[in-house]
């Protein structure tokens, strides 16, 4: 265990904060209870959200390991952190889409919860003081955020994310909405270049919800004001079986010593991992 006093900050975001891991090519996670909305106008630290989203991210992390898409999660070191490997982030985030809903509706004037004919992939540049524009591809390309190659391989990762997630929370009466997704560069010893899905997947950047009444079980429930927010991450936890029945909150806030009891989530396969060089190879057609 490391001193929360010792660590160097590397990073320090809206809702999770790196620190200098164990040794040059890790890092640790922290996540945070403050929740922001509108680019952080809106603010709040909320008890417990911080132990939910890191539970809910390491599980997900681990089940796309298992269909063989790499990610930089290790293990989970407590309830608040968790070890993952270094990267270089792709100044991209990548926003699929199954159902409309946010900005979408908004930009196109689209009816909220219109299933969408296929799923729609759309681009961000990641810069909080311009607000997060989305971009198009030739955007990405021709500012040299990513190249083709990099672009190819995180649009594909990004499909096969979706594919999963929406069995996985379809099984557990959930109906994923869109999510966000941001990759990472490493290098191996000999200077390969690889992708990996870096940064989190939880309720506050999934929305999600529930099948049979339409609640809304995400981030949009800080965002307008619709419920307890914690409420709807727990309740998402447990449909995951990540969290006793009984729950981690009481009266008041988190329960910490059952927080404190949960399992350690270990990304088994990661030692394991066999990586997918980068290469150059023929751009997707436009």
Same mark, same amino acid.
């Given at each position: 265990?490391?001193?929360? &006093?010792?660590?160097?900050?590397?990073?320090?975001?809206?809702?999770?904060?790196?620190?200098?891991?164990?040794?040059?090519?890790?890092?640790?996670?922290?996540?945070?209870?403050?929740?922001?909305?509108?680019?952080?106008?809106?603010?709040?630290?909320?008890? !417990?959200?911080?132990?939910?989203?890191?539970?809910?991210?390491?599980?997900?992390?681990?089940?796309?390991?298992?269909?063989?898409?790499? &990610?930089?999660?290790?293990?989970?070191?407590?309830?608040?952190?968790?070890?993952?490997?270094?990267?270089?982030? =792709?100044?991209?985030?990548?926003?699929?889409?199954?159902?409309?809903?946010?900005?979408?509706?908004?930009?196109?004037?689209?009816?909220? !919860?219109?299933?969408?004919?296929?799923?729609?992939?759309?681009?961000?540049?990641?810069?909080?003081?311009?607000? $997060?524009?989305?971009?198009?591809?030739?955007?990405?390309?021709?500012?040299?955020?990513?190249?083709?190659?990099?672009?190819?391989?995180?649009?594909?990762?990004?499909?096969?994310?979706? $594919?999963?997630?929406?069995?996985?929370?379809?099984?557990?009466?959930?109906?994923?909405?869109?999510?966000?997704?941001?990759?990472?560069?490493?290098?191996?010893?000999? !200077?390969?270049?690889?992708?990996?899905?870096?940064?989190?997947?939880?309720?506050?950047?999934?929305?999600?919800?529930?099948?049979? &009444?339409?609640?809304?079980?995400?981030?949009?429930?800080?965002?307008?004001?619709?419920?307890?927010?914690?409420?709807?991450?727990?309740?998402?936890?447990?449909?995951?079986?990540? =969290?006793? +029945?009984?729950?981690?909150?009481?009266?008041?806030?988190?329960? +910490?010593?059952?927080?404190?009891?949960?399992?350690?989530? +270990?990304?088994?396969?990661?030692?394991?991992?066999?990586?997918? +060089?980068?290469?150059?190879?023929?751009?997707?057609?436009?």
């Amino acid at each position: 265990m490391f001193s929360m &006093t010792r660590r160097r900050v590397i990073y320090e975001g809206k809702a999770k904060n790196l620190y200098e891991g164990p040794d040059p090519n890790t890092v640790i996670q922290y996540f945070k209870d403050d929740a922001t909305a509108g680019n952080g106008v809106k603010h709040a630290v909320i008890a !417990g959200k911080g132990v939910l989203n890191n539970r809910i991210s390491a599980h997900l992390m681990t089940k796309l390991e298992s269909i063989g898409i790499p &990610t930089h999660f290790i293990r989970s070191i407590n309830m608040r952190e968790q070890l993952v490997r270094k990267v270089e982030i =792709i100044p991209i985030e990548l926003v699929v889409r199954n159902i409309a809903a946010g900005s979408l509706v908004k930009r196109l004037g689209i009816k909220e !919860g219109t299933f969408l004919g296929r799923p729609l992939v759309e681009f961000y540049y990641k810069k909080d003081a311009l607000g $997060d524009p989305m971009v198009s591809e030739d955007h990405i390309i021709t500012f040299g955020w990513a190249d083709p190659y990099e672009l190819d391989e995180m649009v594909a990762m990004a499909w096969r994310v979706n $594919d999963y997630l929406n069995g996985l929370f379809a099984g557990i009466g959930l109906k994923l909405v869109d999510f966000k997704l941001e990759f990472g560069r490493i290098w191996g010893e000999h !200077g390969e270049l690889y992708i990996i899905l870096a940064d989190e997947i939880s309720p506050d950047n999934c929305r999600l919800w529930d099948m049979k &009444t339409g609640e809304k079980l995400d981030k949009d429930r800080f965002r307008f004001d619709l419920g307890d927010l914690v409420e709807g991450y727990q309740y998402i936890a447990q449909r995951l079986g990540l =969290i006793p +029945e009984g729950g981690i909150m009481k009266a008041g806030g988190l329960d +910490e010593q059952a927080a404190e009891k949960l399992s350690v989530i +270990e990304n088994d396969l990661a030692r394991e991992r066999q990586l997918r +060089e980068i290469k150059p190879s023929k751009p997707r057609k436009h």
